[in-house]
């Protein structure tokens, strides 16, 4: 890609409102579910509206023929081991124990996928912003996405330390109130941070970013 060139994305807006969309989907509503069948039912109900929602997520896309995002598949993958664990044990804690250490884990492959082709964050990016082919293989945007990936191991790995540390003090109630805001706390500010480095990075190599369709010229 040439130096001092214009590479426009999506509108801002509908980039946030694809990936409220896909945090909706793949993380509030489970949650809530859990919640609120938690309240009305019992653990178990909890359990099983949260994995149905996801489940059910997954089997619109496929009978839909469309896209399933990185992060439903994931988190969905994820919440069947979680499930299992918590109707076996019917504990509370090891329930929310296995998240609490998914972020560890998710760290974990953060760097450990820096040696194979793609960082796996980029691939959750796409999620979010189908990039360019010729943007996104861009030696300076590799180079990029490399170094977010350590960022990102960084915050999942200090949100892991925290939500455990929450866990072993609080009731589920509060474990859930406090550690949802607490670690979306920290992850709209690695947002933030992300998206400002990401930039100004570019922007070094001549490359600039615009929200929206480019021009009609």
Same mark, same amino acid.
């Given at each position: 890609?040439?130096?001092?060139?214009?590479?426009?994305?999506? *509108?801002?807006?509908?980039?946030?409102?694809?990936?409220?969309?896909?945090?909706?989907?793949? !993380?509030?509503?489970?949650?809530?579910?859990?919640?609120?069948?938690?309240?009305?039912?019992?653990?178990?109900?909890?359990?099983?509206?949260?994995?149905?929602?996801?489940?059910?997520?997954?089997?619109?896309? *496929?009978?839909?023929?469309?896209?399933?995002?990185?992060?439903?598949?994931?988190?969905?993958?994820?919440?069947?081991?979680?499930?299992?664990?918590?109707?076996?044990? @019917?504990?509370?804690?090891?329930?929310?124990?296995?998240? !609490?250490?998914?972020?560890?884990?998710?760290?974990?492959?953060?760097?450990?996928? #820096?040696?194979?082709?793609?960082?796996?964050?980029?691939?959750?990016?796409?999620? /979010?912003?189908?990039?360019?082919?010729?943007?996104?293989?861009?030696?300076?945007?590799?180079?990029? /996405?490399?170094?977010?990936?350590? &960022?990102? *191991?960084?915050?999942?790995?200090?949100? @892991?330390?925290?939500?455990?540390?929450?866990?072993?003090?609080?009731?589920?109630?509060?474990?859930?109130?406090?550690?949802?805001?607490?670690?979306?706390?920290?992850?709209?500010?690695?947002?933030?941070?992300?998206? #400002?480095?990401?930039?100004? *990075? #570019?922007?070094?190599?001549?490359?600039? &970013?615009?929200?929206?369709?480019?021009?009609?010229?």
């Amino acid at each position: 890609m040439p130096h001092h060139v214009t590479v426009h994305l999506p *509108a801002l807006g509908a980039l946030l409102r694809q990936g409220a969309k896909h945090l909706l989907e793949s !993380t509030i509503v489970p949650l809530g579910l859990f919640y609120l069948l938690l309240t009305l039912v019992g653990f178990d109900g909890g359990l099983i509206a949260a994995l149905s929602w996801s489940v059910l997520a997954l089997a619109r896309r *496929a009978v839909l023929r469309q896209p399933v995002p990185a992060v439903l598949l994931l988190t969905t993958g994820l919440l069947v081991g979680r499930t299992v664990l918590g109707l076996v044990t @019917g504990s509370a804690f090891l329930y929310f124990l296995q998240p !609490t250490l998914q972020n560890f884990l998710i760290a974990l492959v953060m760097v450990g996928s #820096l040696p194979f082709g793609r960082p796996f964050i980029a691939k959750l990016a796409d999620d /979010f912003c189908a990039f360019p082919d010729a943007f996104s293989k861009h030696p300076r945007v590799e180079q990029m /996405f490399r170094r977010l990936s350590l &960022l990102w *191991a960084l915050v999942f790995l200090t949100n @892991g330390v925290t939500t455990l540390w929450i866990l072993a003090r609080e009731s589920v109630g509060n474990f859930l109130v406090v550690s949802t805001a607490g670690s979306w706390s920290v992850i709209g500010a690695a947002i933030v941070v992300s998206l #400002l480095w990401f930039r100004r *990075a #570019l922007r070094g190599e001549g490359i600039a &970013l615009r929200w929206g369709a480019a021009p009609v010229s």
